[in-house]
């Protein structure tokens, strides 16, 4: 029972450059969602998906992009990245039943912007 | 909109004594509250959640929250602390209009002294 993971877990990167954080899960849940955490904000809803080729904005959006064209995968890409974007990130699925549903949490994703 | 406070960035408490961890929450709709802990390098772990039914909620690890709709509050109770419960815990809010969207509380980190 693999749940949910994310890869890499570590990852170094320079200014400009492409960066994909993977995350997949195994329950076939309906949504998905990436966040950021960062010290003195909690976590910060990046874009979520309520299913597969369906996605829409969160709160800081900016400078990421997502795709989701299986539902069990939800890539992060960054298309340039950015030293703000230095930052702990979490994938989570949940099954949608609706807004009480639980959220599942990967272990996330530790991003270092040079 | 949805937004939660959480009071206390850092609660240090003793070995034995009350753990209470503050969360306050703003909803124009009856809301669905939940409570995460999250330890070291580690992903999110649901602790409990309210969901319109019993206002008292009891959670894994001997924590329990209590829904006050008058206070608008959600706080976070155990009996007695033990070492394993040094982590960072989070407070989450989600409502029927918002979906599946959580908004997060800034966390606070519990420190536990023997």
């Known amino acids: 029972d693999a749940g949910i993971t994310q890869s890499p877990r570590y990852k170094i990167t320079e200014t400009g450059r492409q960066v994909t954080l993977m995350c997949h899960q195994t329950?076939?849940?309906?949504?998905m969602f990436w966040y950021r955490q960062d010290l003195g904000h909690g976590l910060r809803l990046i874009y979520y998906s309520a299913a597969a080729d369906i996605t829409d904005k969160g709160e800081v959006p900016d400078g990421y992009v997502v795709s989701r064209s299986k539902t069990e995968n939800f890539p992060l890409t960054l298309e340039s990245a950015t030293r703000s974007q230095t930052s702990v990130y979490f994938c989570a699925s949940s099954a949608g039943q609706g807004a009480g549903d639980t959220q599942y949490f990967g272990p996330g994703t530790r991003l270092t912007v040079l | 909109a949805q937004s939660v406070t959480q009071l206390g960035s850092h609660v240090s408490v003793s070995e034995g004594a009350l753990v209470l961890l503050r969360c306050n929450y703003s909803?124009?709709?009856?809301?669905?509250l939940f409570w995460y802990v999250q330890y070291p390098n580690q992903g999110l772990q649901l602790l409990l959640k309210y969901t319109s039914a019993a206002t008292l909620v009891k959670g894994i690890n001997g924590f329990e929250a209590e829904f006050k709709k008058s206070e608008t509050s959600f706080h976070l109770t155990k009996p007695s602390a033990h070492m394993s419960d040094a982590a960072e815990y989070f407070c989450a809010v989600s409502a029927r209009h918002t979906g599946n969207q959580f908004y997060f509380g800034t966390g606070t980190s519990l420190t536990v002294i023997p």
């Open positions: 329950w076939s849940h309906s949504y």
């Open positions: 909803s124009s709709v009856p809301p669905y």
